[in-house]
């Protein structure tokens, strides 16, 4: 095989293999993209909740459930919570589903979500998880636990063993 020709075929070969890079590095894009529509629907269905209309749902004692999915360790660092809101760590939610209080609320329940991820990202998530399992007046307290803070809304001091 003359040289000119083994040249001709290392650059074939090195133009498939570029080829093919281009084609997984294309794929990878358009699953990437995919998973941002994907998130970016999810948010976009979700329904969220102000402070002050939380405020005052709260103040007229009308029943709803507040789950607050900040990561541990800001909930112990923090040491309080929103007024009778109970923790459930995110990736625990669905399984926590089938257990009590949870197992026993009706789907019909309304519930508030909360955590303090600059963009809800994880009370997105907790309400989504929701949904699917069939609960149909699910929200995402708006701004979260920053949020709920600065407009001094009611807090209460965690429970004894969190």
Known sequence: MEASE???????????????????IASFGSSASAALAQNAQDS????FITVEDLKSRIARNQPLTI?????????IDSGTMIKGAFHVKLRKLKSRLALPPL???????????????PNDEAS????QVLVDAGFRHVRVLKGGWVAWKKAKGQIEPL????
């Open 6 to 24: 083994m040249s001709l075929k290392k650059l074939l070969a090195g133009l498939l293999i570029f080829g093919g890079s281009l084609t997984a």
């Open 44 to 47: 976009s269905s979700t329904e």
């Open 67 to 75: 789950i607050d999915v900040r990561a541990t360790n800001e909930v």
């Open 103 to 117: 197992k026993d609320f009706s789907r019909d329940r309304e519930i508030v979500t909360y955590c303090a991820c």
């Open 124 to 127: 997105v998530r907790a309400a």
């Open 159 to 162: 429970a004894a063993g969190m």
